[in-house]
């Protein structure tokens, strides 16, 4: 089957400028994940959406950082005035549930540059 | 906090031979479970092993294995009969039960190259 998809796979924007990143989950998985991958890093979690309960957005690193999610569907996070230190790959994940022996289905992600 | 380190930024190892990364982590949760991640230059992320704490034999899967020492808080990954396929990004995850709610913590990371 389909696996998680992500759109664009590059972005290149201007210090300033808003962008939109999104992800398409696998079909029926109610978990969805987005990190953030800086070059030479590790992985860094930037929120969670289970269902339609209140996502968790405990790593969003600043207010400008936002995200969407319409029921089990698709995910926007949105950077607004862009910054150069958010120049990064920005990973989206689904998984079937929450429990914690869910395994996590990634996307091939977003590379954003921002000159 | 959890913490993960993987003190290995780069390995590399002869085609057929045997390597090991090394991952600890820091965590005061008894129950817990430990991934290993493989990022190809594709970027796509892939599960290679995943360990429960509570289990206390080893997972394997094919030419994967870990060595798990809980009392350590040690997480190694052995891959057997390397070959050229698995030269890769390796990051080691950790994901708790109770006190971490829905994150993973992730390490920076161990750049394996094969060598032909």
């Known amino acids: 089957g389909a696996g998680v998809s992500q759109s664009p796979s590059n972005k290149v924007t201007e210090k300033g400028k808003d962008v939109e990143l999104r992800c398409d989950p696998i079909s029926g998985h109610t978990a969805l994940y987005w990190y953030r991958q800086r070059l030479g890093q590790g992985l860094e979690f930037l929120i969670y959406f289970q269902g339609n309960s209140a996502p968790d957005k405990s790593g969003l690193p600043s207010d400008r950082f936002s995200a969407e999610r319409t029921g089990e569907s698709v995910s926007t996070l949105t950077i607004q005035r862009t910054q150069q230190e958010d120049s990064a790959v920005y990973l989206c994940?689904?998984?079937?549930?929450?429990?914690?022996?869910?395994?996590?289905?990634f996307g091939p992600g977003t590379r954003l540059l921002v000159l | 906090a959890q913490t993960v380190t993987q003190s290995q930024p780069e390995m590399s190892v002869q085609e057929a031979e045997t390597v090991t990364l090394s991952c600890t982590y820091d965590t005061s949760e008894n129950n817990y479970y430990l991934f290993w991640y493989k990022q190809p230059p594709s970027r796509q992320m892939i599960l290679v092993i995943r360990q429960e704490a509570y289990k206390q034999q080893n997972a394997t899967e094919n030419r994967f294995s870990v060595n798990f020492q809980k009392a350590a808080k040690s997480f190694s990954l052995k891959i057997s009969d390397s070959q050229l396929g698995d030269t890769a990004m390796y990051f080691c995850?950790?994901?708790?039960?109770?006190?971490?709610?829905?994150?993973?913590?992730f390490g920076t990371g161990t750049s394996l190259t094969v060598i032909p």
């Open positions: 994940a689904s998984s079937q549930g929450v429990a914690e022996t869910e395994t996590q289905y």
């Open positions: 995850a950790f994901r708790g039960y109770l006190n971490t709610g829905n994150q993973f913590y």
